[in-house]
């Protein structure tokens, strides 16, 4: 599957959690049992999920620092899955380069939400790596 595949996954699993916010590991586990992940895989997809809902506050915080006036109810669900993903493993990650999280949190937001949404995750995301 690879890590690409890995990271989509674990952005659709937390949008998922932004709206059922209930029984979170059962979900988290359901997931990581109906898909035919390899064990790495399987601990990168956990490892984001559960770091980025154990460090909530902080990333949300980040988010509204360098998004320039926007609110967090203002921003869809799925870009703010992307910049919670990409913000996680820029700040707690250090196998991933900064550049990577960043280029890889545009294809998603391309492929899941808008072009303007492309370019305000690389804003927002640019802004904190030179931060």
């Known amino acids: 599957m690879g890590r690409r595949a890995a990271r989509e996954e674990a952005v659709k699993l937390l949008y998922q959690l932004e709206i059922q916010k209930e029984d979170r590991d059962k979900q988290i586990e359901y997931t990581l049992n109906q ?23 902080y990333i949300d915080g980040t988010i509204e620092k360098y998004s320039k006036g926007w609110k967090l109810s203002r921003i869809s669900k799925i870009d703010l899955s992307i910049l919670r993903l990409s913000i996680y493993e820029m700040k707690f990650r250090n196998d991933i380069p900064y550049s990577v999280s960043i280029n890889e949190a545009i294809e998603l937001a391309k492929k899941y939400s808008t072009e303007e949404s492309g370019a305000f995750i690389n804003g927002i995301l640019g802004r904190i790596s030179s931060s």
């Open 35 to 57: 898909g035919k992940f390899s064990e790495n895989e399987k601990e990168y997809i956990s490892d984001i999920v559960r770091g980025v809902f154990e460090n909530v506050e």
